[in-house]
């Protein structure tokens, strides 16, 4: 395991390195205690996830021998699919082998639906690559601004005469900026206009709404699924792997047949839908790990200065040399959190990404408060 000596190292490295080529060449290392970790509720070690894990494993071996349109349709495949639609409250459900896949397979594959896709400025990779395998014109409007969206379909339609087909693409937790986005504004802007809404929850499930559904949840709004799709992944909150589509049972035949990651890929080794599966009997079974999760949120938001919210990712803004400050004064206490560097954000927008967990200890929010309050120029939130 390195020592704090060679975390600064590495990081002076990767900094110098990024400074001359704008490019990463080497993976970090994965620190002791890291505070960039989406193991939201610390389920990747739950005792009752881990023992699901190996019955299953010694029970069907190690992987799933092929894609399940071949030989690796494993059942647990479906009763991990009537879980998870169950808890997105949708009326059925697709697993992948990741969430990336997921969101590539469903852009793509739904592209033979739509004319236009609208994009959020702020998207994950995954999304964006789905947009460019769907190969339909993809219009990036300004993060989280319906009126704009609003606006380009008034003047399309005036100077066509007809409306597009289209489909809007965004997050609900913004994987780096910790925000939400507007799903009230969004869906009744897909329900005026006859569009459709895909919303990617890989970091709102079982982060926010009060059990823990997700975006939703939180605003109170159940979802249209003749309009909206919702993708996620079993890799963040629920601390396994495997991504997920919860649609109307339509949309799910055109991905099975027609959704390239999900054809073209190897299943889910049995093991890993197991430990998927009981995370989210624990996660449906009640709001205590929520809760807790919101509970320490609040505390680092508090010991930050940062707004409330219910939002476990917490950016810190600066200079970039504030930034590494902050850096090397966690390190102090043995405390780990990488640099976000683009193109993963935008051009000048470096930041360090906190994200609480359930692995966190109380003493560590204390430490980061202090670190950040000794560096000037810092931003939280
Ligand atoms: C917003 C978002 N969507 C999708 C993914 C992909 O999920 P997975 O890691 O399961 O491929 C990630 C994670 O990296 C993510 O942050």
């Given at each position: ?18 400074d001359r080529s704008g490019q990463r060449k080497q993976l970090p290392t994965r620190g002791e205690i890291s505070l960039s970790s989406n193991d939201y509720l610390n389920l ?128 609900s937790l913004f994987s780096m900026e910790g925000d939400m986005a507007p799903l009230r504004k969004l869906s009744d802007l897909v329900d005026a206009r006859d569009g459709l ?49 919860v649609c109307h049972p339509d949309y799910r035949e055109l991905l099975i047949s027609r959704g390239r990651g999900f054809v073209y890929s190897t299943a889910l080794p049995p ?111």
């Open positions: 395991m390195m020592g704090n000596q060679g975390y600064l190292e590495a990081n002076d490295r990767l900094l110098q390195e990024l990747s070690r739950h005792p009752q996830l881990i023992e699901k894990g190996i019955d299953e494993l010694r029970r069907s071996g190690t992987g799933a021998t092929g894609s399940r349109l071949l030989s690796g349709n494993h059942p647990l495949n479906r009763d991990l699919e009537v879980a998870i639609a169950s808890f997105k409250n949708g009326p059925s459900a697709l697993v992948f082998s990741t969430g990336y896949q997921a969101n590539l397979s469903t852009i793509g594959a739904l592209a033979e639906l739509v004319d236009i896709f609208y994009s959020d400025a702020l998207n994950h990779a995954s999304l964006i690559d789905g947009l460019r395998l769907a190969r339909k014109e993809t219009i990036v409007f300004p993060h989280n601004d319906v009126q704009w969206i609003e606006r380009d379909l008034e003047v399309r339609a005036r100077s066509t005469g007809t409306s597009p087909r289209f489909m809007v693409v965004t997050e809404l895909l919303v990617d929850e890989a970091h709102a499930t079982g982060t926010v709404g009060k059990e823990g559904r997700g975006g939703f949840e939180q605003e109170g709004l159940s979802w249209d699924p003749d309009r909206v799709l919702v993708t996620g992944t079993f890799s963040k909150a629920m601390g396994g792997l495997g991504g997920f589509t093991a890993v839908l197991a430990s998927n599966l009981e995370a989210l009997r624990i996660l449906g079974a009640g709001n205590d790990l929520v809760k807790a999760l919101s509970q320490r949120v609040s505390e680092l938001r508090e010991a930050l200065g940062a707004p409330a919210g219910q939002s476990p990712i917490i950016p810190i803004r600066g200079e970039k040399k504030a930034l590494a400050s902050f850096q090397e004064y966690l390190l102090e206490s043995a405390l780990w959190a990488p640099l976000i560097f683009p193109p993963t954000v935008p051009e000048g927008s470096e930041r360090i990404r906190l994200s609480v967990t359930l692995g966190w200890e109380t003493d560590w929010i204390r430490r980061i408060g202090e670190a950040f309050h000794r560096e000037t120029g810092l931003q939280a939130g």
